[in-house]
């Protein structure tokens, strides 16, 4: 097929180091070239990739150091429809920016929203562009919205090589993403003291969180029981993820997939989850890790969870969470389109 991915342009494809979307833009984007389909890639110039690049900037500087994202959004759009003829389907990875054009001078197109869409600002927005059709990352994601236009559910993946697993279990829990109140640093902090057990935090720590990570968690970090270890690549990572007990997940909102538990099940590592959003839908209970209530529940976890085996978790990653079946799983998709 002929196929168009349109990505953000905040970052470059892939990230170097934090970027959940663009780094599935980026899987998909490579996944789909090695499934040997005619891929154009609309990104900005310092992209990676296999796939024909077009680039609304002219690679003096990146947009994200331009400051008007708007403007290249405005031309990459331009871009998209002055080569729409070329493509059985175009797929956005960008929000809903392009929803006014398309309604309006209409292609063959599907959008992924990867984030939380029932917020009071965004509500009266999709029940205005209710035939827009979109892909969830989750079914969890698209409970609050039944009545959009869902072409279906395409969970996330990750290139199967991208992680070697390891399958003896360390001596520590771990807390990857962004250190703020909605992706539970707090709780992690407190379900590794009541458990026992170290615990090791890797992260962005952004501008408006600065001060709840000073105030919750930069105390903590006298104890030689905590550590913050930064910003991790995809190196670092695995080691990181590899090398632990577990991976604490106290999600405190309905998070619509959480791209840190299938890298976590790929280095052969169980996650401990609060039971939020789309964890039910990502970990086995009592197979990959746990889905627990809360703080009480996440602490007895803890205690069980070198009862499950590592290499379940790699297996069950290899069988449900690869770029390769989420690649396919959006071509059956673009096939509807072309239809």
Not at 197 to 217: H, Q
Request: glycine share 6%.
């Amino acid at each position: 097929m002929r196929i168009a991915q349109v990505a953000p342009l905040g970052l470059r494809i892939p990230p170097k180091r934090y970027g959940g979307i663009e780094r599935v833009a980026s899987y998909l984007t490579e996944a789909l070239v090695c499934q040997g389909h005619d891929v154009t890639l609309f990104a900005r110039s310092d992209a990676v990739t296999r796939a024909r690049l077009i680039a609304p900037d002219d690679g003096a500087s990146p947009p994200d150091q331009l400051g008007n994202l708007w403007a290249y959004y405005h031309l990459m759009l331009e871009q998209v429809y002055r080569h729409a003829e070329a493509f059985d389907a175009v797929h956005f990875h960008t929000g809903y920016r392009h929803f006014p054009l398309v309604r309006r001078a209409p292609l063959p197109h599907v959008t992924t929203m990867h984030w939380k869409m029932d917020t009071a600002e965004l509500t009266p927005l999709f029940a205005e562009y209710q035939e827009m059709p979109l892909v969830s990352v989750s079914e969890a994601q698209r409970e609050p919205l039944p009545r959009l236009n869902w072409l279906g559910t395409v969970y996330h993946g990750l290139p199967q090589a991208l992680y070697a697993a390891r399958y003896e279990p360390g001596q520590y829990l771990a807390f990857l993403g962004v250190l703020s109140p909605r992706k539970g640093a707090g709780e992690a902090l407190e379900i590794a003291r009541r458990a026992g057990m170290p615990l090791k935090l890797a992260g962005i720590v952004p501008d408006k969180y600065r001060d709840f990570f000073e105030a919750e968690v930069q105390p903590h970090l006298a104890s030689p029981r905590v550590e913050y270890v930064g910003e991790l690549n995809d190196k670092e990572k695995e080691a990181f993820l590899g090398n632990a007990t577990a991976l604490l997940c106290p999600i405190q909102f309905a998070e619509p997939f959480g791209l840190v538990m299938i890298e976590a099940m790929a280095c052969g590592t169980p996650v401990i989850a609060y039971r939020r959003g789309a964890a039910s839908e990502v970990v086995d209970d009592g197979v990959t890790g746990f889905v627990v209530e809360g703080l009480e529940t996440a602490v007895e976890a803890v205690k069980q969870v070198n009862a499950l085996n590592r290499t379940t978790c790699r297996q069950v990653f290899e069988h449900r969470f690869t770029a390769r079946r989420m690649a396919e799983d959006y071509v059956a998709i673009y096939r509807q389109l072309a239809r």
